[in-house]
C-alpha cells in the first residue's frame, strides 16, 4: 500500500452507533447524486452528545478531522452502509478503533469510503481531540505527533486492497472477478 494518512483526530469513546454516525433522518439523502452525498457528509456524527463538540463546523460541510479515534464496538446499532459513506463524504479518511461491530468493518470495505483500522492499545482514552497524527498504512504504525509517541495498529489484512480500489465492486472489476464496465 504504501499510504499514510495525516491531519488532526476527533476522539470518540464506546459504542458509537449509527445512529449517532448519521441520525436516521438524513437516510433519505441517496448517496449516489453528487449533491446528496455531500449533504449527506455534513450531517455526519450529528448523533453525537454534545460533550463531544462539533464534528463538522456550523456552516461548513466537511470535517477538519480526516481521522476519528475510538474506542470499543464502533458502528454498532443497524446495518446501515449510510455510516460509513457519511464519514467518507465528510472527509474522513480513517477511523482507529479498539473494535468495530461486524456490519460497520464490512461496509467500510464493501463501500471503500475509509480504513477501519483496530488500534492494539486503547487510545481513546490517551488522546484528545485536535491532536495531529499519522497512520502508516505500510508499517500498521499510528504517530501522535502532539504526544510525540508511536503506537502498534493491527494490519487491515486482505481488506486494505478493496478500499484502496474504492469497494468491493471496484475491486472485483480490477481484479478481473467481474467484467469491466
Partial sequence: MGKTIRGAIFVVDDNIDTDQIIPAEYLTLVP???DEYEKLGSYA???LPDRYGKFIPEGEMKTPYPII???ENFGCGSSR???PIALGAAGVQAVIA???ARIFFRN???TGELYPIESVERLCAQFKTGQEVTIDLETNQLINHSLGHTYDLNP???VGPVIDAGGIFA???QTGMIAAR
Fill in 98 to 100: 479498539q473494535s468495530y
Fill in 81 to 83: 452502509e449510510h455510516a
Fill in 32 to 34: 449516489s447524486k453528487p
Fill in 171 to 173: 475491486y472485483a472489476r
Fill in 108 to 110: 467500510c470495505s464493501a
Fill in 69 to 71: 479515534v475510538a474506542g
Fill in 45 to 47: 456524527m450529528a448523533g
Fill in 156 to 158: 487491515l489484512g486482505e
